[in-house]
């Protein structure tokens, strides 16, 4: 197992290298210019190109940049965004802010999904299961942000239960809109998941079996049912994060949170794009995919033995 | 004596009176039309290539049909007067409901969506927005389709260090999220509908790939691709004349799915505002035009979101039906 975790983390570690370096390079040799060319003279360029280094070759820069971010956690400066204040002191905020929101609405989505998909599994054909059916269509048509306008206009427009703005102050209320809506996708993906794998499962023979050892009720389900049914759910978690990250985007410009979402539409959508900013940001959320993926494929692993099997059988 | 029997192509008759070579009692199907009628069989699948069929002669005729362009802003012919914002109206159902016509300056006009703050015919910019939106959603994804399966194949036909090498690039790939290379594209590529394509472009390929992939490491094994390289058949012609055809199904699936992803990320990029640039619409713009005046004029958000969902919609219940008629369980059939 350890391994097999060893292994793992360093074939993660060596992706993020690479996806840095390679992102490194398409932000600084394509072409672009960082300076607004109509408002500073040829010499004034020249002069900032030097101070900034852009002049050296660029697997200097590359090293320097590397050095920078791992040594001194620095991502270099801002150069349009938050009037050019260095990027780690805005970060921190923003990505508590991003946290927060997609942990509540992973949390939302997680239970409520659960919840649902059992409901329904155990009633097939009845209420629940025609509810999980809707709430599935719904969650794969309508996409997050759409869903949020929605609430916001009836939630926060013409009921004013929550605040129309993302509100600092009133933390709570204010991330129920974001959070929901963030949630629809994931807990309708998890939910129609769960019932379909419960419903798989509750018809294999081993249930069948516990059934007429005279098993019923929550003891089958927790210990037989669920237990089988919850493994393949791991592996839905994580192209529902990063789908998270993606709605995140759009669902923070809407709502005025300042987090890493936002950060990144200001910094490609502005009339100046802050080359900087999609720098850090894209290696950031790189890093939290990638690390995402790892810490699931490896809760996998410790689940399901036979994974773990594959894998070594393979190298 | 022994007479020697001479047989001759006349002793053979072919007995044409009735049909032997055909088994009437177990009609065999191919395999496409079986596919062919399960889909049939699939309300839900139905339903969803009836919509999309809907949108499609919508989008293409729909800006015909209101006579408005998508970027002319309507005036009344005598006073100037813009038609700014105006609700849905027809003046049919409004007869019919007051018992009066419209007695202001566009009397007589037809907007069955409204229009927008400008005085451009929401009904016209909706179907123009969802043919731009189609465009680009069929336009990237066939090239995605092309390049995922090629590389797809390739790597699953020539495994050990291609393969390898060829897998640990996807994987890297795999690893960028779609935003990061939206972002950074975004530093050196003028917004528009073409830094849409090249994201999309980028990122859609790599599902096909692993899906063409794991059809070939599947079907490499069998016998008739065995007995094609007895006959002297280069790699070339096995990965693209003898596996390809056998792949084209689960590939088929995949692009109904990804179709939707892509008119999402159109949406959502345009929205953002890095996507289709003005006048030019798509669904996501419009989408963003109505969300800004959302709280004076809601009815301006409707029509885009709902063909945006609609179309969602139509696709994954297609692909959830070839997916189904592809692959049947035995349960099914």
Redesign the interface.
């Known amino acids: 197992m350890a391994k097999y975790i060893i292994k793992r983390v360093f074939?993660a570690l060596v992706?993020?290298f690479?996806?840095t370096f390679?992102?490194f390079l398409?932000?600084r040799i394509?072409?672009?210019n960082p300076f607004p060319s109509e408002r500073m003279s040829a010499e004034a360029i020249a002069k900032k190109r030097a101070e900034m280094g852009l002049d050296d070759p660029i697997l200097v820069q590359f090293g320097n940049y590397l050095k920078n971010v791992i040594g001194k956690g620095s991502f270099g400066k801002g150069s349009s965004l938050y009037n050019g204040a260095p990027i780690s002191t805005v970060l921190p905020g923003c990505m508590a802010n991003s946290f927060k929101i997609g942990g509540l609405s992973i949390l939302i989505g997680v239970v409520f999904g659960l919840i649902l998909g059992i409901g329904a599994a155990l009633n097939r054909g009845h209420f629940w299961d025609t509810f999980c059916t809707v709430l599935s269509?719904l969650g794969?048509?309508?996409?997050s942000?759409?869903f949020m306008?929605f609430l916001?206009?009836f939630l926060a427009?013409k009921v004013t239960i929550f605040p129309f703005y993302f509100d600092m102050s009133r933390f709570m209320g204010s991330s129920i809109i974001p959070a929901l809506s963030l949630s629809l996708f994931s807990m309708s993906t998890i939910a129609r998941f769960t019932r379909n794998e419960m419903v798989e499962v509750m018809d294999s023979d081993y249930v069948l079996l516990a059934e007429s050892k005279g098993m019923y009720g929550t003891k089958l389900v927790t210990k037989h049912i669920l237990r089988n049914a919850l493994i393949p759910i791991v592996t839905v978690i994580a192209p529902l994060i990063?789908d998270l990250?993606?709605g995140a985007?759009?669902v923070e410009?809407?709502y005025g949170i300042n987090g890493l979402g936002k950060l990144?539409?200001d910094?490609?959508?502005g009339e100046g794009?802050d080359?900087n900013y999609?720098l850090a940001?894209?290696i950031i959320?790189?890093a939290l995919?990638?690390g995402i993926?790892l810490v699931l494929d490896i809760t996998y692993g410790l689940l399901d033995p036979r994974i773990r099997l594959a894998g070594r059988k393979e190298s | 004596m022994s007479k020697e029997m001479i047989v001759t192509d006349e002793d053979f008759v072919l007995d044409v009176s009735s049909d032997i070579t055909t088994d009437r009692n177990f009609a065999s199907q191919s395999f496409w039309k079986g596919v062919f009628t399960r889909f049939k069989n699939n309300k839900r699948a139905m339903t969803g290539l009836v919509i999309i069929i809907l949108i499609f002669i919508l989008a293409v005729f729909g800006p015909m049909i209101s006579g408005y362009g998508y970027k002319e802003i309507i005036t009344n012919g005598q006073t100037q007067e813009v038609a700014k914002s105006l609700a849905p109206r027809i003046p049919a159902l409004h007869r019919l409901f007051t018992g009066a016509d419209y007695q202001d300056a566009f009397a007589g006009k037809v907007f069955l969506f409204g229009t927008d703050s400008l005085g451009r015919d929401l009904f016209t910019r909706v179907w123009y927005g969802a043919r731009v939106s189609l465009m680009i959603a069929f336009v990237t994804i066939l090239i995605d389709m092309l390049i995922g399966m090629s590389y797809g194949l390739i790597s699953g036909y020539f495994g050990q260090v291609c393969d390898g090498i060829m897998q640990r690039f996807v994987e890297i790939a795999n690893s960028i999220p779609r935003l990061v290379i939206v972002g950074v594209l975004a530093t050196f590529m003028p917004k528009g509908v073409w830094l849409v394509i090249v994201a999309l472009l980028l990122t859609e390929w790599i599902g096909m790939s692993k899906i063409a992939r794991a059809e070939m490491l599947k079907i490499k094994g069998q016998e008739y691709i065995m007995a094609s390289r007895t006959l002297g058949a280069k790699s070339f012609r096995i990965i693209f004349s003898d596996v390809l055809p056998n792949t084209i199904g689960p590939v088929i699936t995949q692009v109904m799915f990804s179709i939707p992803t892509a008119i999402f990320t159109e949406a959502f990029l345009s929205f953002v505002g890095v996507g289709i640039v003005l006048p030019q619409c798509s669904i996501g713009s419009l989408i963003e035009d109505g969300f800004n005046n959302i709280t004076t004029l809601p009815y301006q958000i409707l029509p885009p979101i709902i063909v945006l969902a609609l179309l969602m919609l139509a696709f994954n219940f297609v692909g959830d039906g070839l997916r189904e008629a592809l692959a049947p369980r035995i349960e099914d059939m």
Do not use: E, N, R
């Open positions: 074939m992706t993020l690479m996806i390679l992102l398409l932000v394509m072409p672009g269509i794969v048509c309508v996409p942000y759409v306008i916001q206009y427009y990063v990250l993606t985007l759009v410009k809407i990144m539409v910094a490609i959508s794009i080359y999609v940001l894209g959320y790189s995919y990638i993926m």
